[in-house]
């Protein structure tokens, strides 16, 4: 069994910043891609962050610039680094991965998010 457990989320003023983070556990024999998505109030569920095992990323355009997604491989644990945070950027964000396990299956999964909220 796998688990991600996210944290860091909180309430920041615009133009602040925050630091998320999501540990992956369980029985993992490797991760391939780790990486953030976000859900505001009344809106679907969108990819912000991506990075994959080799260390490339990808970020959705509302972030880039802003937002920086990092990973360290020996404590299966990525990092959203958000800075100059805009109220547009409220929402529950949730770790998602791409991880295979022990039994060499491979399969999605998700944290239960964490909140952040940029208000003044």
């Known amino acids: 069994q796998v688990q991600l457990v996210e944290s860091g989320g909180g309430l920041v003023q615009p133009g602040g910043s925050l630091r998320l983070s999501c540990a992956a556990s369980?029985?993992?024999?490797?991760?391939?891609?780790m990486g953030w998505y976000r859900q505001a109030p009344g809106k679907q569920r969108e990819f912000v962050a991506l990075?994959?095992?080799?260390?490339?990323?990808n970020y959705a355009d509302s972030v880039k610039g802003r937002f920086t997604i990092s990973r360290d491989n020996a404590k299966n644990t990525v990092y959203l680094q958000m800075n100059s945070l805009k109220p547009e950027d409220t929402a529950v964000y949730y770790c998602?991965?791409?991880?295979?396990?022990?039994?060499?299956?491979?399969?999605?999964?998700w944290g239960q998010g964490t909140q952040v909220t940029v208000s003044s």
């Open positions: 998602h991965a791409s991880i295979t396990a022990t039994t060499r299956e491979r399969d999605n999964y």
């Open positions: 369980g029985s993992i024999f490797s991760i391939y891609a």
């Open positions: 990075i994959i095992s080799g260390g490339s990323t």
